[in-house]
């Protein structure tokens, strides 16, 4: 079993700087990518960053440039460094990762979700 703990989120001014992070633990054989999610109340949950085992990163066009994504493979454990933060950030933010938890069984795993809300 594999558990993702989120912390980090809570309330911030516009223009400010917020700074997530995720660790995983468990039965963990291999972690294939760890990444960040959001989604606001009735709208689906969209991509905001991951990063794969290797150093790949995908990064949505509406935080590029603002938002880093960085992983600690010795913790199993990502960060989302959010800077500049506008009102249009604000949503929970949920952890997702891709983990082999023997050498062939893999599945995709969620964190709890950690709001974050950004003021004007």
């Known amino acids: 079993q594999v558990q993702l703990v989120e912390s980090g989120g809570g309330l911030v001014q516009a223009g400010g700087s917020l700074r997530l992070s995720c660790a995983a633990s468990g039965t963990i054989f291999r972690i294939i990518s760890m990444g960040w999610y959001r989604q606001v109340p009735g709208k689906q949950r969209e991509l905001v960053a991951d990063r794969n085992s290797g150093g790949a990163t995908n990064v949505a066009d509406s935080v590029k440039g603002r938002f880093t994504i960085s992983r600690d493979n010795a913790k199993n454990t990502v960060y989302l460094q959010m800077s500049s933060l506008k009102p249009e950030d604000t949503a929970v933010y949920y952890c997702?990762?891709?983990?082999?938890?023997?050498?062939?069984?893999?599945?995709?795993?969620w964190g709890q979700g950690t709001q974050v809300t950004v003021s004007s």
């Open positions: 997702n990762a891709y983990i082999y938890t023997d050498y062939s069984r893999f599945d995709s795993y």
